[in-house]
């Protein structure tokens, strides 16, 4: 587990995904279709992950750094992916709005 943009004072509590070579494919398949119609590429590294929660007060965020650091969580979990989705992500004073763009399958053939 982690957060960004650090420990400290979070604002995204997320969790990691182990890195694998179809994921790492994947990801640059994404990012050269997205390069070739325009959008700019990533600077940042990818790290595989899943959000777990937006912090909403600074205040939150460094009780939650806190407990951050001072535990160490780590579960374990296999679980298959069948699609995944391109969502519209909108943050606003009432909380974060989601919109879902597009999804795609993924088959045997690109998974």
């Not at 997320?14 to 398949?29: M, S, T």
């Not at 296999?78 to 391109?86: E, I, L, M, N, Q």
Request: charged share 25%.
């Amino acid at each position: 587990m982690g957060a960004f943009p650090n420990a400290r004072a979070p604002r995204v509590l997320w969790a990691g995904i182990k890195e694998n070579p179809e994921l790492a494919r994947l990801q640059q398949n994404i990012e050269k279709s997205l390069v070739s119609i325009g959008f700019e590429a990533e600077d940042r590294p990818f790290t595989p992950h899943l959000t777990l929660c937006r912090i909403k007060s600074a205040e939150d965020g460094r009780s939650l750094g806190k407990l951050l650091s001072e535990s160490r969580v780590e579960a374990k979990a296999a679980f298959p992916v069948s699609s995944f989705a391109f969502i519209k992500s909108v943050l606003k004073p009432s909380g974060a709005e989601y919109t879902p763009i597009r999804e795609f399958a993924l088959t045997a053939q690109n998974n």
